[in-house]
């Protein structure tokens, strides 16, 4: 059974928590880089990216983050946890940090201006029904790199062109909704089966 840690400095931390152990897994709280240091795995969760950021760089844990996301531990990553994966963001603070991982750029709070929180079903690449996408001021993904895989996309209200919002680079997952405010777990398992994968 992995043990996956929820970064918990800011934003819907127990949540997490309670869809990681209910998809089978060891789940913990980490806040310091000692408790970064003993999981196999971490979920960033949604919340406010900038001050998720700032606590980041303050508790000492954004280098330590960046060197276990180089050496392949696997990240799940909701709304601002999408955001603190991304290489690249728009319409961030000036001073606002990434972990980085996933060649993408992310633009934050991109859905927000027409709705402010939104829920819709979502076909999810491999999973035989689609998931419900819960949307709270939430980013999407303006583009991505060649390595990366797009999971899931919604329509754009305003044109033709769909908008990505779930994607996965190696070890890196990254989703623009809160599968974690649902009550289904299958985004979850499929992380921890990720995570069981890496592992071997
Ligand atoms: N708008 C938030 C941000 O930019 C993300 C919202 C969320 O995580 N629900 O960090």
């Not at 060649?103 to 859905?111: G, I, L």
């Not at 769909?162 to 990254?174: K, Y």
């Amino acid at each position: 059974t992995p043990t996956i840690g929820v970064l918990a400095l800011q934003g819907d931390v127990r949540e997490h928590l309670v869809a990681l152990a209910a998809a089978d897994a060891l789940a913990r709280p980490v806040r310091r880089p000692e408790e970064l240091a003993e999981v196999d795995a971490l979920v960033m969760p949604g919340g406010e990216s900038t001050t998720i950021s700032k606590l980041a760089v303050l508790f000492g844990l954004m280098d330590p983050l960046r060197e276990r996301v180089r050496a392949g531990m696997p990240v799940y990553g909701t709304c601002a946890g999408m955001i603190m994966l991304a290489d690249k963001i728009l319409d961030g603070r000036d001073d606002q940090e990434t972990v980085g991982g996933i060649d993408m750029t992310v633009r934050r709070n991109a859905f927000g201006r027409q709705n402010e929180s939104f829920e819709t079903a979502i076909p999810f690449e491999g999973m035989a029904e689609p998931v419900t996408g819960v949307f709270i001021r939430a980013p999407w993904v303006e583009s991505v790199g060649a390595g990366v895989e797009v999971l899931a996309e919604v329509p754009a209200a305003d044109g033709p062109d769909a908008r990505i919002v779930a994607v996965r680079q190696g070890n890196l997952l990254a989703t623009s909704f809160h599968p974690e405010l649902t009550g289904d777990h299958r985004v979850h398992e499929y992380f921890v089966r990720m995570v069981e994968a890496a592992a071997r």
